[in-house]
C-alpha cells in the first residue's frame, strides 16, 4: 500500500495564488503528452507518485488528454487516485479542461453551455471524483457568447463538481472581460493558464500578467521548458521534425540554428549558477510572483526529481538577469 512520504512539504515552495484561498506548489505535474491509454500504467503511476512524495500536490488534466484514446489522461489518473492518492484528496489540487475537441460534432468542443456541462460529469467519471479543484475554460470560444459560458462554469462551481474556475489560452483582453463576468457571478475565478516560457513571453507582452496582478489572481505557466527545448538536450541542434506546440510556433521564425544559439549562451549561464539550464528557465519565469505555479511535462522521474530542484534557487543577480535578456532579445 502507498503512503505518502512525511516531509513531502519540506521540498518545494508553495505560493498562494493571487489574494484568494488557493495555494499551489510552484512546480505542477501535467498528463497532457504520453499519459494515454498506450502508455505503461506502472511508470506513469511511479511518476505521480514520485512527485506527489516532493511536494507536487497540483496536477493538470485536460477532457482532451490521453492517446490513442481521447480522455484517457483523466482516467490513468482516476486509477492511480483510486489506487494510491485518495486518502489523500484533501491535500490535492486536480484539474481538468473543457473546450478542445473530444469528438465528433459541435458538441465535442468548445464552450456552449451544452458541451460544458456534459463534459464535467464525463470528467469526473474519468477521474474517479466527486469534484475537481479548479475547472477550465481550455480556450475562448469565438463562436459562444462569454456570458453563456459564464453561467456554465457558475452552475458548475453551485453543483459542487468545481471548487474554483480557471480560463486557459484567453489573451489579456478576454481575461479581463470574462473574470469580470465569473466575478459578477460571484464564481471564484482564480488563475489563467496560458504557454509562458523564456522563449515565448506572449503572456508578459501583452499585459495578461498584469491584468491578473491587478484582479490579485494568479498565472499557471504551461510548456514551461518549452516542451523540451530549454533543457540540456538539444544543445547540439534541433530535430526538423520537432513537434513544436501552436503556442511556442512563432520561436522558429529566425529559423532553429538561432534557437540552438541561444539555447547554448543561456546553458552557460545557468551552469555558472549551478544549475541545469532547466532549473533555470522554471526559476526563470516563477521571478514574477503573479506565476503561481508551473506545470512540467515528463515520463522520468529522474527529470521530475531534477525539475523539482529547481526550487532551491530562485534569485537572480542583476547581472544575470541583464545578461539573460540580452541573449532572449537576440
Ligand atoms: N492549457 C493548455 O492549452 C496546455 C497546452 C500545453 C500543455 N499544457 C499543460 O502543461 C503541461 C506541460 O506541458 P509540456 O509537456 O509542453 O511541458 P514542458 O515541461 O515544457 O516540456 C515537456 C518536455 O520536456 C522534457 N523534459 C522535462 N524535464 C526535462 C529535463 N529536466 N531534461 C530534459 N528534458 C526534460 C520532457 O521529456 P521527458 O518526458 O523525457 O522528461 C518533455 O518532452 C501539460 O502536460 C499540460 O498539463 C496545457
Redesign the pocket.
Known amino acids: 500500500m502507498y503512503v505518502a512520504a512525511n516531509n513531502r512539504y519540506d521540498v518545494l515552495p508553495i505560493r498562494r495564488v493571487g489574494h484568494t484561498g488557493l495555494q499551489l506548489p510552484i512546480i505542477s505535474l501535467?498528463?497532457?503528452?504520453?499519459y494515454g491509454s498506450s502508455d505503461p500504467y506502472a511508470d506513469r503511476k511511479q511518476i505521480i507518485l514520485s512527485a506527489f512524495d516532493h511536494g507536487i500536490f497540483s496536477f493538470?488534466?485536460?477532457n482532451n488528454?490521453g492517446k490513442p484514446d481521447i480522455g484517457s489522461a483523466e482516467q490513468l489518473f482516476g486509477q492511480v487516485y483510486q489506487d494510491s492518492l485518495k486518502p489523500y484528496r484533501d491535500e490535492l489540487v486536480v484539474t481538468t479542461?473543457v473546450g478542445f475537441e473530444t469528438g465528433v460534432g459541435p458538441y465535442a468542443q468548445f464552450n456552449s453551455r451544452k458541451n460544458i456541462l456534459q463534459a464535467i460529469d464525463r470528467s469526473l467519471t474519468n477521474l474517479q471524483m466527486d469534484y475537481v479543484d479548479i475547472y477550465?475554460s481550455?480556450?475562448p470560444d469565438p463562436n459562444t457568447d462569454f456570458e453563456e459560458t459564464a453561467l456554465a462554469l457558475a452552475q458548475i462551481v453551485q453543483a459542487g463538481k468545481a471548487l474554483y474556475i480557471g480560463i486557459?489560452?484567453y489573451d489579456a483582453e478576454q481575461t479581463k472581460k470574462m473574470v469580470k463576468l465569473l466575478q459578477d457571478l460571484q464564481v471564484p475565478f482564480v488563475v489563467n493558464?496560458?504557454?509562458y516560457?523564456m522563449l515565448q513571453t506572449r503572456v508578459k507582452d501583452d499585459g495578461l500578467l498584469a491584468t491578473l496582478k491587478d484582479f490579485n489572481r494568479g498565472f499557471v505557466a504551461?510548456?514551461?521548458?518549452?516542451?523540451?527545448l530549454?533543457?540540456?538536450?538539444y544543445l547540439n541542434g534541433i530535430p526538423a521534425d520537432f513537434p513544436i506546440?501552436w503556442?511556442n510556433a512563432d520561436i522558429f521564425a529566425n529559423g532553429k540554428e538561432a534557437v540552438v544559439v541561444q539555447l547554448n549562451q543561456l546553458n552557460k549561464i545557468a551552469q555558472n549558477r549551478q544549475q541545469?539550464l532547466?532549473q533555470m528557465a522554471l526559476a526563470w519565469i516563477l521571478r514574477d510572483q503573479t506565476v503561481s505555479s508551473v506545470?512540467?511535462?515528463?515520463?522520468?522521474e529522474k527529470?521530475l526529481l531534477?525539475?523539482i530542484e529547481a526550487g532551491q534557487n530562485l534569485e537572480f543577480s542583476d547581472d544575470e538577469v541583464s545578461a539573460i535578456n540580452a541573449i532572449l532579445k537576440q
Open positions: 501535467g498528463l497532457w503528452r504520453h493538470d488534466n485536460a488528454y479542461k477550465y481550455h480556450r486557459s489560452n493558464q496560458s504557454s516560457n504551461y510548456g514551461p521548458l518549452c516542451e523540451g530549454l533543457t540540456d538536450r506546440h503556442s541545469t532547466a506545470i512540467i511535462g515528463t515520463t522520468s527529470n531534477a525539475n
